[in-house]
Each structure stands twice: as structure tokens, then as C-alpha cells.
């Protein structure tokens, strides 16, 4: 069983420490451990090329074109049984750093994109997918912020979890909290974290939720849109659509049980998302052998240049 603890924060800092605090936890369940500082890593940000997602839907392989060190750290996430991620609190949420490895992973890991991929292999219509992309894995994650200003983080943390599938395990969000290591009972508590984390990935298919319940049942976010006039919400992690309604003066976030079938995390409305992906992609390129398109993009082109930093 083998648990991979990923820092976002400074060297030797508050997540850096509070990483290896929880992959101790899981060391003690007989976890496998190792420990990676993502600022020691180049990962460039995301292009939006669609390289990934068109090649996956058009059964050319898991494929990304940039190079950097992404490969190599993808080579530890797919082999993890269990994933612990510390990040920093930046304007609410996790850091840019966060976002950008969110960004390069995302289509390119979707559990529903690459079984789609992994069928049109089966069919003779594509390259191999490797099984360990659609492996089930658990997560835990920790945001620690230095003031009150917290309140995104746990959407966007969990927004990692969501195109892999993985079983998130915990997913605590701690204000006020750059000297946490003189903080006993956080200390201990994100000890636990990594032993649950540990104690999961031994039996995934039994394991559950053990952070606090968020506002949504069923991905325990807490943040929603609201639709303007109306009762009405979407979770903005699961993207479950439903109703806020006040039930003995707590307010509730209810919906139809057949909003399941269409969730972002669930394998149902992974396929949804897989197809609708790859009818989008296809229709983009069709547009793209128009004379229309074509003379779209020229004009935009030729309206103005970008400005260039100096001495380029």
C-alpha cells in the first residue's frame, strides 16, 4: 500500500510539515510513503491545446503536449494507492500552482474519458490506455491559511479529486493557522488524517467520508450558485442541481435522486461528460475546415498585436 504526500507550500514551511505529520499517521498503518515539495518541480501551466481530451476521444493515446517534469510526477501519482495534498490558502482557495497541476490533469485523467479511450482501443480504433489511470485511489487534503479568508478551498481542493474519481477521505480547511505545527490538537488531527488515509486505501471499496458533512450531501461541499429569483442551487464541486429550502430553521440543499446519474463525480455522469466531450471536439474540428472560421480567425488576428515584454 503505498501513500504519495504532495506539499504545495514553502520549503520546510507549515504544509511541507504538515504532510509529513500525516504521512507519519500513514506510516504507522504500514503505508509505503514518499514525499514530494511541488515547488522543486517545473510544471508549466496549461495551453489549452486540447491535445489531451482530442487524443483520448479520437483514440490517440493519454497524451500531453508539453514538456516538463509532470511526466515523472504523474509516474508517483499513478503507482499511489492513497494521495495526501497540503496546499497554502491564496485569495480564499489553493494556490495558483494548484490550480495549474489541476488544469493539466484534468481532461487528460477523467476516469470516463479514458474508459471511453480504453473501449475504443478494445475496439481496434485506438492505442492502448494504461490501466493505472482508472485505478481507485483515496484523498485527503489540507488547506492552511494564514487569516479568515478560507472559504473556496475546499471546493477547489476537492475539484482535483473529481475527473479521477477518487474517494476523498478528508478534506479539512484550517484559518488562522500559519504556526499550526505549535498547534497540538490540529498537529494530531492531521496525524489522523494520514492514518484514515492509510486505513482507506487497504479496503477502497468500504471506504467512507470521514471529514466534517459540507452543505451538499452528497459531495460535502459547501459552496453553491445560486440561480438568480429562484430557491434553486447547483454545487459548484458535483455540480448536482437542487433546491435550498429552510427545514426547521436550518437551511437544507435538496434534490432529485436522478440528479445522481448526471453528477460530475459519479461514473454515470462521467460517461455523460466523456460523450458530450467528444461530440463538442469533433464539431470543433468540422468548424475549423470552414471559410467561415477561417476568416474569423484572420480577422481577430489582424485586428491587433499582443503587447511583448520588453527585450523580446
Same mark, same amino acid.
Given at each position: 500500500?503505498?501513500?504519495?504526500?504532495?506539499?504545495?507550500?514553502?520549503?520546510?514551511?507549515?504544509?511541507?510539515?504538515?504532510?509529513?505529520?500525516?504521512?507519519?499517521?500513514?506510516?504507522?498503518?504500514?503505508?509505503?510513503?514518499?514525499?514530494?515539495?511541488?515547488?522543486?518541480?517545473?510544471?508549466?501551466?496549461?495551453?489549452?491545446?486540447?491535445?489531451?481530451?482530442?487524443?483520448?476521444?479520437?483514440?490517440?493515446?493519454?497524451?500531453?503536449?508539453?514538456?516538463?517534469?509532470?511526466?515523472?510526477?504523474?509516474?508517483?501519482?499513478?503507482?499511489?494507492?492513497?494521495?495526501?495534498?497540503?496546499?497554502?490558502?491564496?485569495?480564499?482557495?489553493?494556490?495558483?500552482?494548484?490550480?495549474?497541476?489541476? *488544469?493539466?490533469?484534468?481532461?487528460?485523467?477523467? =476516469?470516463? %474519458?479514458? @474508459?471511453?479511450?480504453? #473501449?475504443? +482501443?478494445?475496439?481496434?480504433?485506438?492505442?492502448?490506455?494504461d490501466p493505472a489511470w482508472i485505478k481507485d485511489k483515496v484523498v485527503s487534503f489540507l488547506g492552511i491559511g494564514?487569516?479568515?479568508?478560507?472559504?473556496?478551498?475546499?471546493?477547489?481542493?476537492?475539484?482535483?479529486?473529481?475527473?479521477?474519481?477518487?474517494?476523498?477521505? *478528508?478534506?479539512?480547511?484550517?484559518?488562522?493557522? =500559519?504556526? %499550526?505545527? @505549535?498547534?497540538?490538537? #490540529?498537529? +494530531?488531527?492531521?496525524?489522523?488524517?494520514?492514518?484514515?488515509?492509510?486505513?482507506?486505501?487497504?479496503?477502497?471499496?468500504?471506504?467512507?467520508?470521514?471529514?466534517?458533512?459540507?452543505?451538499?450531501?452528497?459531495?460535502?461541499?459547501?459552496?453553491?450558485?445560486?440561480?438568480?429569483?429562484?430557491?434553486?442551487?447547483?454545487?459548484?464541486?458535483?455540480?448536482?442541481?437542487?433546491?435550498?429550502?429552510?427545514?426547521?430553521?436550518?437551511?437544507?440543499?435538496?434534490?432529485?435522486?436522478?440528479?445522481?446519474?448526471?453528477?460530475?463525480?459519479?461514473?454515470?455522469?462521467?460517461?455523460?461528460?466523456?460523450?458530450?466531450?467528444?461530440?463538442?471536439?469533433?464539431?470543433?474540428?468540422?468548424?475549423?475546415?470552414?471559410?467561415?472560421?477561417?476568416?474569423?480567425?484572420?480577422?481577430?488576428?489582424?485586428?491587433?498585436?499582443?503587447?511583448?515584454?520588453?527585450?523580446?
Amino acid at each position: 500500500m503505498k501513500i504519495l504526500g504532495i506539499s504545495f507550500g514553502g520549503k520546510n514551511g507549515a504544509n511541507d510539515s504538515m504532510c509529513k505529520e500525516a504521512l507519519m499517521g500513514a506510516s504507522e498503518q504500514g503505508a509505503e510513503i514518499k514525499f514530494v515539495h511541488i515547488l522543486d518541480w517545473d510544471i508549466k501551466n496549461c495551453t489549452g491545446c486540447v491535445a489531451c481530451s482530442r487524443s483520448l476521444t479520437m483514440g490517440k493515446g493519454n497524451v500531453c503536449a508539453i514538456k516538463d517534469d509532470l511526466e515523472e510526477l504523474l509516474e508517483l501519482i499513478l503507482e499511489a494507492d492513497g494521495i495526501f495534498i497540503s496546499t497554502p490558502i491564496f485569495e480564499k482557495g489553493a494556490t495558483g500552482l494548484f490550480h495549474t497541476l489541476n *488544469d493539466r490533469l484534468g481532461p487528460r485523467a477523467d =476516469k470516463g %474519458i479514458n @474508459m471511453f479511450a480504453m #473501449k475504443l +482501443a478494445e475496439e481496434g480504433h485506438g492505442k492502448p490506455i494504461d490501466p493505472a489511470w482508472i485505478k481507485d485511489k483515496v484523498v485527503s487534503f489540507l488547506g492552511i491559511g494564514g487569516s479568515d479568508w478560507s472559504t473556496r478551498v475546499q471546493t477547489d481542493t476537492g475539484m482535483l479529486a473529481l475527473p479521477w474519481a477518487w474517494k476523498i477521505i *478528508d478534506n479539512k480547511c484550517y484559518s488562522w493557522s =500559519k504556526n %499550526i505545527i @505549535m498547534e497540538d490538537e #490540529k498537529v +494530531a488531527a492531521v496525524h489522523q488524517m494520514g492514518a484514515d488515509l492509510a486505513n482507506a486505501a487497504k479496503d477502497m471499496e468500504n471506504a467512507q467520508y470521514k471529514g466534517e458533512k459540507g452543505m451538499c450531501p452528497h459531495c460535502h461541499c459547501r459552496n453553491f450558485y445560486h440561480i438568480p429569483n429562484t430557491n434553486k442551487a447547483i454545487c459548484c464541486l458535483c455540480g448536482i442541481e437542487g433546491e435550498m429550502i429552510l427545514n426547521d430553521g436550518k437551511l437544507e440543499f435538496v434534490f432529485p435522486e436522478s440528479q445522481l446519474e448526471h453528477a460530475h463525480d459519479t461514473m454515470s455522469g462521467k460517461f455523460i461528460h466523456a460523450q458530450d466531450i467528444q461530440e463538442n471536439e469533433m464539431k470543433n474540428m468540422e468548424n475549423r475546415k470552414t471559410d467561415k472560421y477561417k476568416d474569423a480567425v484572420k480577422r481577430y488576428q489582424s485586428f491587433i498585436e499582443p503587447v511583448m515584454p520588453s527585450g523580446r
